[in-house]
T-cell receptor, first 110, second 115 residues
């Protein structure tokens, strides 16, 4: 039931773009995205509720393909502050819990 | 901005001892959670709590674990007899309403070390 994220890790130069994917084997009700910096708590980025919904937050956006049970997080023109581990959290119909994915470690180098 | 606060930030205990991890959720939030994260690994769901009762729990949350909201503001996680494998970062989170449309707000965590 745990969503699978890909890639597991990615290294980018400042200004480059990245895509992080999150897939589930079960039908999803919502997808959350969080970023965790080393030694800190996860911090909320965005929630996607409907199939095909897209959201954006500055240069970070996400999409949710309900049919494919997938979500993707897009980071454009990455900044050093984007470094951290990104987790998707998925909620399935009938559950009252968020199950986090395996995580994607993003490293931005100058 | 209101925060979720957790105490202590670090707890060291001997195997077999009881520990209580404390959390003060954001005051108008209705849903409460405990998650744990073993160093460098994924964030694992333990338990959700709503309306003074457990609404869902994971396989990890066995009879050694319990949660309580003793006074309407604190939210505690008790581990009755700690094992080495309980060593992890424990995060409390709260949410203003149902999970599907509102974010989880996490505390800074309690690092539990069982020796």
């Amino acid at each position: 039931q745990q969503p699978v994220q890909s890639p597991q890790a990615v290294i980018l130069r400042e200004g480059e773009d990245a895509v992080i994917n999150c897939s589930s084997s079960k039908a999803l009700y919502s997808v959350h995205w969080y970023r965790q910096k080393h030694g800190e708590a996860p911090v909320f980025l965005m929630i996607l509720l409907k199939g095909g919904e897209q959201k954006g937050h500055e240069k970070i956006s996400a999409s949710f393909n309900e049919k494919k049970q997938q979500s993707s997080l897009y980071l454009t023109a990455s900044q050093l502050s984007y470094s951290g581990t990104y987790f998707c959290g998925t909620e399935m119909y009938g559950n009252e819990k968020l199950t986090f994915g395996t995580g994607t470690r993003l490293t931005i180098i100058p | 901005e209101p925060e979720v606060t957790q105490t202590p930030s670090h707890q060291v205990t001997q195997m077999g001892q009881e520990v209580i991890l404390r959390c003060v959720p954001i005051s108008n939030h209705l849903y409460f959670y405990w998650y744990r994260q073993i160093l460098g690994q994924k964030v694992e769901f333990l338990v959700s709590f709503y309306n003074n009762e457990i609404s869902e729990k994971s396989e990890i949350f066995d009879d050694q674990f319990s949660v309580e909201r003793p006074d309407g503001s604190n939210f505690t996680l008790k581990i009755r007899s700690t094992k080495l494998e309980d060593s992890a970062m424990y995060f409390c989170a709260s949410q203003v309403r149902a999970i599907y449309d509102s974010p989880l707000h996490f505390g800074n965590g309690t690092r539990l070390t069982v020796t």
